[in-house]
């Protein structure tokens, strides 16, 4: 079948999709977005982590099918150009980025917060994040880069 | 495919903290993994695995599954064009499962397709005739009961390592003891659950060899491996290494590489395989459970006066590195304690189970777990500290293990210990559900809920030990570029998350006095670097890289001629006085200098076989933990509170990294302390996927408090000292400690479940 959505900012056409494929699969296989990750495709890690018409969730539960004629917002869509977002730039500095796996899920997840919550404190971020895994950092410098993030953005509004 | 890094950061010398290379595209989403490869015409690659534990094949059909539409390749044992048998330590391990299966998992045949969903149902029509054959699943009756079936002809044994120094049975020092404590200790199977998928991309080219892009941590040791299977010369099989997302150890054996590679020779396509989290969990080696039996004596005054331990690890169906773990487990078997009489009997067995190997702690792990109880045990029965018990029998420097080795650079537990203990413990908080053991699920608002603290140490060997020829290659190029000296660091060093890529740059800058540094893609075209595995990259390729610049340094004062002990410093050749002899841009000019160096640590030995001593490592390394956790006693629940670690680390090469290091090490402990378990039944794994595998959340993970020491060992590049491991040893025993203190319960089994502090089962 062939699909039509919105992904970061521009119409996109996907065609041959099988029944079965995921938003996830779409987005890395046939789009050319592998930036959201594939870590379980079982709605347990978060590393898909996408904003489909402005609610974050799991790219890999979605059905190719439901995101017709939605607008898709990936990792891919928040840095503007070579300037990324506060989000991303907190993540590298504050040391949270190993392997890397996790981070775009985390990047969107934390973003949401942040859109949602403006100064999160530690227990609202936990809650928020409790569904992306990272096996790399112990979640510390995680931690510090969320912080960082939402008094950036509230110190640029 | 795989781009050149080169670092926004312009700053950031040895012990800087520059951000990583790879940060920018890592958050952008535009890091290519191993599994975000593509390329126009690629077909899916997929594995048939069994379903058996253990089993004999009378028969394949792949007749059904190449009829399906957009099957372009089914393969069996029968397609692998050279060796049917790879492996890393012994090629025990068959391409393609022959005439037997020896694990659930293991694979039997390979399919191409269009799509991975025609893969997939190709897949389901392959036919194979199995003769279901009773599983070997007990590891202790594998190896010592004569009337067990064996798991490869004639034997189940991979390896037995003993340890004998003085007599722990002369009566004599048995009258020393005040007391003697003999327990029996479990270890589960902990998974690396490393979350970028095994996956890669194979292109065949067109003198007949491939191109290879895969995730590994050990492009040369795969290379090795992959070219006799496949019948082709090494320098016709090109790796490249793709984008890691994790390791641990779990990418140390293969996986799909020779596969995938097979699937391109055979249609002449480029082909990509993904496995997805149920077939990873198959897909690659764990670490050990182990079965161990400790019996300690002790003096009254608490000094230790033998140590008996037997160390039983299964190692499934295959070698993989398990003789290796079991030295380690031998040879670090009393922990960083001066014991004078050992007897360490350490058996790595085959076994039916899931196949096991390389995970962070390496053998080491097991150990910890269960020496560190036993020293709790005897603290306990002599009413003494726990933390001082360990001080009383503590190593230093010139204390001689079990092995006879001398440990030649500081180890100063003593004051570790005491730096620990001075640390501040967590303030008391406010009451908050979401900090209860059970969180927000409401299931208590205090009551029932206990406190404890306990202590754990690790010590764990750096770089690969026994006499292993063990070393790292690094190219480094130096010229102009643009007006301004920048140089290009290649080696074929797996960056597998912990940031390697950042240290060889800082290295670069350190040694060769300049701002801009690229760093080329690991590849087969330089090299060997060896494993990232042993926490040994930082000392290997660190020393490797080091010494590459040293050379290039050489050159380049020659040619400005300068005084041999000149340095390089902010682009220019400058003396030792600090006189400015000339400016880099003029002594270079057009030419490029270009080095390439190999690093070897010391020698070392193989352990005597049947005393076990030598001198078999080049480093030691140790963490000590304390944890405060919060247990629900009713209902079994438990909440990690805090984590304090102190750990020496020779010296702060990247403190980000480090912490990152030590953060990440933690948590891996934490999960083996109470959650994380491949449960297998009869030989078959239970829970395959991250809804029954846990792995620690953001909500389980404390703060953690870290002090980190710098007391450098003399004969390590920067006196640094390997850092990944050690953490990972001592969280887990502190954490259990703790829980021991707040329940009371003996706890001889991780990872400890609800139901082993609620008294459902015995503990
Ligand atoms: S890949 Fe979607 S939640 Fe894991
Ligand atoms: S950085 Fe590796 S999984 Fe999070």
């Known amino acids: ?70 607008e898709v917002i990936t990792v891919e869509g928040l840095a503007d150009g070579d300037r990324l977002d506060p ?45 992306n895994l990272c096996r790399c950092t112990g979640y510390e410098k995680i931690l510090d880069a969320v912080r960082a993030a939402a008094r950036r953005k509230a110190a640029q509004t | 495919m795989t781009k050149p890094l080169t670092s926004t950061s312009r700053a950031g010398g040895v012990g800087e903290s520059p951000v990583r290379p790879d940060g920018p595209l890592k958050v952008k989403g535009e890091f290519a993994y191993s599994s975000d490869l593509w390329i126009d015409g690629m077909l899916w690659g997929a594995t048939l695995r069994s379903p058996h534990p253990r089993a004999r094949i009378t028969g394949v059909d792949i007749g059904p599954a190449l009829a399906i539409a957009g099957v ?6 029968a397609d692998v064009p050279g060796d049917k048998f790879y492996g890393i330590d012994q090629r025990d391990q068959p391409v393609l ?44 009756k594998a190896l010592f009961d004569p009337t067990s079936e064996h798991v490869h002809p004639g034997t189940n044994l991979v390896r037995h390592q003993p340890v004998r120094q003085g007599d722990p049975d002369d009566p004599a020092v048995r009258a020393q003891c005040a007391v003697v404590i003999a327990r029996d200790y479990e270890v589960g199977i902990q998974d690396q659950a490393f979350l970028g998928p095994e996956s890669g991309l194979a292109i065949p080219s067109e003198d007949g060899g491939i191109e290879l892009y895969v995730a590994t941590q050990w ?71 182990a079965v161990m039996h400790y019996e300690h004596g002790a003096s009254a005054d608490g000094k230790l006066v033998f140590v008996k331990a037997q160390i039983a690890l299964d190692g499934g169906g295959f070698a993989s590195t398990t003789p290796a773990v079991v030295a380690n487990a031998a040879s670090l078997g009393v922990g960083p304690y001066e014991v004078p009489h050992v007897k360490i009997d350490a058996y790595g067995a085959y076994t039916n189970n899931p196949p096991c190997g390389a995970m962070r702690g390496f053998g080491a792990v097991q150990a910890c777990f269960a020496y560190e ?103 480094v190029r130096l010229e102009m570029i643009g007006g301004e000296p920048a140089a290009l660091v290649h080696t074929a060093a797996a960056e597998v998350g912990q940031g390697l890529v950042t240290l060889k740059a800082q290295i670069a800058r350190t040694e060769l006095g300049i701002e801009r540094v690229t760093i080329a893609p690991a590849d087969s075209r330089v090299g060997n670097a060896g494993s990232s595995s042993a926490s040994r990259q930082s000392y290997m390729t660190g020393g490797a890289v080091k010494e590459a610049c040293a050379a290039v340094r050489q050159r380049v004062i020659e040619l400005a ?24 841009a003029d002594v270079l000019g057009d030419t490029a200098i270009e080095e390439t160096r190999e690093y070897r640590h010391r020698p070392t030995e193989r352990m005597n076989p049947l005393t076990g001593q030598g001198n078999s490592h080049v480093q030691f390394a140790l963490c000590v933990h304390r944890a405060v956790v919060d ?101 887990t025993p502190a954490i259990v400690a703790a829980i021991r203190q707040a329940t009371g319960l003996a706890l001889k089994r991780v990872p400890i479940r609800p139901e082993h502090l609620t008294g459902t089962l015995a503990s």
Request: net charge negative.
């Open chain 1, 1 to 70: 079948m062939r699909l039509k959505m919105t992904v970061n900012g521009e119409s996109r056409d996907a065609d041959g999709v099988w029944p079965g494929e995921s938003l996830l699969y779409v987005l890395r296989e046939r789009l050319g977005l592998p930036g959201s990750k594939n870590a379980c495709e079982q709605g347990e890690c978060g590393s898909c982590t996408v904003y489909l018409d402005g609610v974050a969730v799991c790219a890999c539960l979605v059905a190719a099918g439901q995101a017709v004629d939605r």
């Open chain 1, 87 to 131: 989000v991303q730039e907190c993540f590298v500095q504050a040391g949270a980025v190993q392997c890397g796996f996790c981070t775009p899920g985390l990047i969107v997840a934390t973003h949401d917060l942040i859109a949602r919550n403006p100064s999160p404190s530690d227990e609202e971020i936990r809650e928020a994040l409790a569904g």
């Open chain 2, 72 to 77: 372009r390749a089914v393969l069996t044992h």
């Open chain 2, 97 to 140: 499962a022959i005439d037997e299966v020896r694990y659930q998992g293991e694979p039997v045949a390979l399919v191409a397709a269009d799509h991975p969903e025609a893969a997939r149902r190709a897949l389901n029509s392959i036919e194979v005739h199995y003769e279901v054959l009773e599983p070997i699943f007990d590891a202790h």
């Open chain 2, 219 to 289: 492009l040369h040791n795969d290379l090795a491996q992959i070219a006799p299977c496949l019948r082709l010369p090494q320098e016709k099989v090109r790796m490249t290494m793709a984008g890691v997302g994790g390791a641990f150890g779990g990418r140390e054996d293969l996986s799909m590489q020779i596969h995938v590679a097979m699937l391109a020779l055979h249609t002449g396509k480029p082909v990509k395989m993904v496995y997805h989290r149920e077939e990873s969990f198959f897909g690659h080696v764990h670490r050990h459970p």
């Open chain 2, 373 to 475: 109880s036993q020293m709790d045990a005897v603290a306990e029965a002599l009413g003494m500290s726990p933390w001082r018990l360990r001080q009383i029998n503590a190593v230093s420097e010139g204390s001689t293990l079990p092995t006879g080795q001398v440990i030649d650079s500081p180890v100063p537990l003593s004051e570790m210990l005491d730096d620990l203990v001075a640390m501040p413990l967590p303030p008391s908080e406010e009451f908050d559900l979401r900090r209860m053991p059970g969180g927000v699920s409401n299931t208590t608002h205090g009551e029932g809920v206990r406190r404890g603290v306990g202590y754990g140490v690790g010590i764990k060997n750096i770089c690969f030990s026994e006499g292993f020829d063990d070393y790292s290659t690094a190219r």
């Open chain 2, 561 to 584: 001629g300068a005084p041999a002990d000149a340095q390089l410093v902010g682009g220019k050749v400058v003396t030792a006085l600090g006189e400015v002899v000339a400016q880099l």
């Open chain 2, 631 to 731: 247990v629900d006693v009713e209902l079994g629940l438990v909440r990690v509170v805090e984590l304090a670690a102190v750990q020496d680390v020779g010296k702060i090469m990247n403190l980000l990294s480090l912490e990152g290091q030590i953060h990440g090490g933690t948590a891996q402990g934490l999960g083996l302390a109470v959650m994380e378990e491949i449960q297998v039944a009869n030989g078959k794994v239970l829970n395959p996927s991250f809804t029954d595998y846990l792995i620690p959340t953001i909500l389980d993970m404390p703060p953690m408090r870290l002090k980190i020491l710098e007391n450098a060992d003399p004969h390590a590049p920067y006196g640094l000292r390997g850092a990944g491991e050690p953490p990972t040893l001592s969280s």
